[in-house]
C-alpha cells in the first residue's frame, strides 16, 4: 500500500490541524471563551477526552489574561512544562517561569519533612509572596498543598491549572482546587500532563494573537 | 461530599500507580519484553490507549538498551522531551541529549530549503555522522526526513522513537518508519508526544532497575 503524504506547507501545518479539530468537535458543547484552550490541548495530545474534562472557574480565562496582561509569573512543577512554555512571549508581558524541582533546598526540605519535592516546591513559591499562575502537570502532591495553603489564607493564586496526569490522589487533587474559590482550569479525571500545562499556559498567551 | 485522599508514602508512589496499571490492564495482551514500556506510557498520560497503539519492530527493545549500554546519545525533535529524558542516567552510559531545534543554523537552513525545522535539524543529526536513538514526539516531518535518509542509505539509527502527536501526516509518517528495517518503537495512529518520547527513552534505560 502506498503511504500518501498531504502536501501542506510548514507554516500551514498548525493552522490545517485546528481546523482538523474543529471539525471533527462537531456540535460538541464548549464553554464560550475556553474554545482555543480546549483545542489546543487537544492539538497536543490528539486526545479528544480534552474536550469533556476541562472545568474553568467563573470567569478563569480572562482573569488568567489580565494576570498575564499584568506580568504575572509562572510556577510549574516540572522541567519538562518549564521547556514547553513560551517564556519569550511571557517575557514580553514581564512575567518568568519558575520550576524548583531540582532545588537542592527543595530536595532537603522534601526530605526533612517526609513530603514529595512537589510540596516543598509549593512552599518556596509560596515564601515568595507573590500572586502566580501554577502550572501543575504532574505531581498532585503539589494541588493537595495548594489547596491547604489557600484554606488557610496564605496564598491567592492568579490562577491554578491543575492538570496533574496519574493514579494516585490525582482525582481527589483535582476535586480539591475545585472547591476553592481561586481561578483555576482542571482537567477532571486522571488525565493531565506536562504538556498539557504548558499547552494551556502558551493557549492563555496566545488568546491575543499567536506569536 | 468529602474528598479523602490516599495515605500513600512519597517513595510508594509510583509503585502503587504501577500496580493499578497493572490490574487494569488485566489479560490484555502486551508483547513479551514490552510490558515495562507500556505501562510507563500509559503511567505518563493515563491513557490506556497505549496498550494498543504501541508497536514494536523486531527485538527493538533489545537492540535499543544494547545501544544505550555502549554509549547511544539521543536526538530528540523538543526541548520538552530533552528535558523530560533521564539525562544523568543516559550519561552514566556515554550517552548525551540532543535537540537541534533552537538552534540558529538550523532556523537559517530550514527557511533557505522551505522544510521545516525539524527537518533541519535530522540533517544536522545525519552530519554527525553517529548511530543515534531518535526520539521523535513532535514533527512527524522529522520522521519523513529519517525515512529518505534511511532510504538513501545515509544513516542507520540505532533505534526511531517515532510518536509525534497530531493530525496532519502523523500517521502517515509513523507507517512510514514502520517499512524501514530499523529498530523503532511507534505508536499508530494520532497520538504521541513529547512527554511520550521522553518516557520511552526513560522506560528503555530503566529497564536494568530505576535509578
Known amino acids: 500500500m502506498k503511504i500518501e503524504l498531504e502536501n501542506v506547507k510548514p507554516q500551514e501545518i ?11 468537535l462537531g456540535d460538541t458543547p464548549l464553554i464560550p471563551g475556553t474554545e482555543m484552550i480546549v483545542k489546543r490541548c487537544i492539538h497536543t495530545s490528539a486526545d479528544f477526552d480534552y474536550a ?50 531540582s532545588d537542592e533546598d527543595v530536595a532537603q526540605t522534601a526530605k526533612a519533612n517526609g513530603t514529595t519535592r512537589a510540596t516543598a516546591c509549593i512552599d518556596k513559591a509560596a515564601a515568595m509572596g507573590e500572586n502566580f499562575i501554577f ?15 489557600i484554606q488557610e489564607g496564605k496564598i491567592h ?3 491554578i491549572i491543575g492538570v496533574p496526569v496519574g493514579f494516585v490522589n490525582v482525582v481527589q487533587s483535582k476535586e480539591l482546587i475545585m472547591k476553592t474559590d481561586v ?10 500532563g506536562s504538556n498539557i500545562a504548558a499547552c494551556i ?3 492563555l498567551m496566545y488568546l491575543d494573537g499567536r506569536e
Open 14 to 24: 498548525e493552522k490545517k490541524s485546528f481546523e482538523i479539530i474543529t471539525q471533527e
Open 157 to 159: 493564586p492568579a490562577l
Open 52 to 101: 469533556e474534562n476541562l472545568c474553568f472557574s467563573e470567569g478563569a480565562v480572562e482573569k488568567a489574561r489580565e494576570a498575564i496582561r499584568n506580568g504575572v509569573s509562572i510556577v510549574t512543577d516540572t522541567q519538562m512544562a518549564k521547556a514547553g512554555i513560551n517564556k519569550k512571549t511571557l517575557a514580553k508581558y514581564g512575567g518568568q517561569v519558575y520550576c524548583f524541582m
Open 183 to 192: 481561578p483555576y482550569i482542571v482537567a477532571k479525571g486522571r488525565k493531565g
Open 135 to 149: 502550572a501543575i502537570g504532574n505531581a498532585p502532591t503539589a494541588l493537595v498543598r495548594l489547596y491547604e495553603l
Open 201 to 203: 499556559c502558551n493557549a
